[in-house]
């Protein structure tokens, strides 16, 4: 019997991979996650979605901070599947934007992770911002750290959706340990046409990071929020994690399920 459950169980997981899994490549380009550009919204309800696309010249307000469309966090998408964490950001703020705050320029920030999802923030995967003499150097860019401390964006926000809000959001990671390196590729290059404002300027980001490298930096399984940010804090967007998928096995396998079930029952009666 022992035999016939390990067919069974390497039938639907063949099944599984080939069938339903969501083809996923870290390059920039968004197409794969079967997202609707006029919309934001993916078709695949195992995509976790936010939309929050806004627009407008640098006065405008995006709550909690201003910039408008140059500092606006539009989209985020989240996916686990294979063992790894994906993740889709889309945003009006250029990746090389000048991280300088004495002229009122703010650079690209990091992804964090809030394990439990408690205001607390456990994993950083980091993005290299640029500074007026190159880019920062202290972490890797795409490099997995968990976190001993990072900066906190200048305005204080009061999400009620967040389970526990901090007050101000992580924005750059400062200490931490490195565990391991994500998949990661950004666009530098500005693309229109997405969302109802047509003409306004769209970066994208693109990750994918082993769920080996949360259990890494002390994840333990329990749910977490995935947050991003630029340096000022301006715009937030967050997700909450999406669920590991249990996919149910297509038609065509569960007939092949059913055979080699029988033809195990028939075995088992045969040797009764
Ligand atoms: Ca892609
Ligand atoms: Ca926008
Ligand atoms: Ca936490
Ligand atoms: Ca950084």
Redesign the pocket.
């Known amino acids: 019997m022992k035999l016939h459950s390990s067919i069974l169980s390497l039938a639907i997981s063949a099944g599984v991979s080939q069938a339903w899994a969501l083809t996923i490549s870290i390059d920039g380009n968004l197409n794969d996650w079967g997202i609707d550009p006029a919309t934001w919204l993916p078709s695949d309800p195992r995509i976790h979605a936010r939309n929050e696309d806004q627009t407008g010249g640098g006065g405008t307000y995006l709550n909690p901070g201003w910039g408008g469309q140059a500092y606006d966090a539009e989209a985020m998408y989240a996916l686990i599947q294979g063992g790894r964490l994906y993740v889709a950001l889309a945003t009006g703020h250029n990746p090389r934007t000048l991280h300088n705050p004495s002229t009122n320029s703010y650079g690209a920030?990091?992804f964090f992770l809030d394990f439990g999802r408690d205001g607390s923030y456990e994993l950083a995967i980091?993005?290299?911002?640029r500074l007026p003499s190159g880019f920062?150097s202290t972490?890797i860019e795409g490099g997995v750290y968990q976190v001993s401390s990072h900066a906190l964006g200048l305005w204080e926000e009061n999400d009620t959706q967040y389970p526990v809000s901090p007050a101000k959001r992580p924005t750059?990671?400062t200490a931490g340990d490195y565990v391991g390196m994500a998949e990661l590729v950004y666009t530098t290059t500005a693309v229109t046409g997405w969302g109802s404002h047509t003409t306004d300027r769209h970066y994208f980001y693109e990750l994918g990071v082993g769920l080996d490298l949360l259990t890494s930096a002390g994840w333990d399984g329990s749910p977490f929020n995935i947050h991003w940010t630029m340096n000022c804090a301006n715009d937030t967007i967050w997700l909450a994690s999406p669920p590991r998928h249990a996919v149910p096995a297509p038609a065509t396998l569960g007939l092949l399920a059913l055979g080699l079930l029988k033809l195990a029952g028939l075995r088992r009666r045969a040797s009764d």
């Open positions: 920030g990091d980091n993005i290299n911002h920062e972490f750059y990671l």
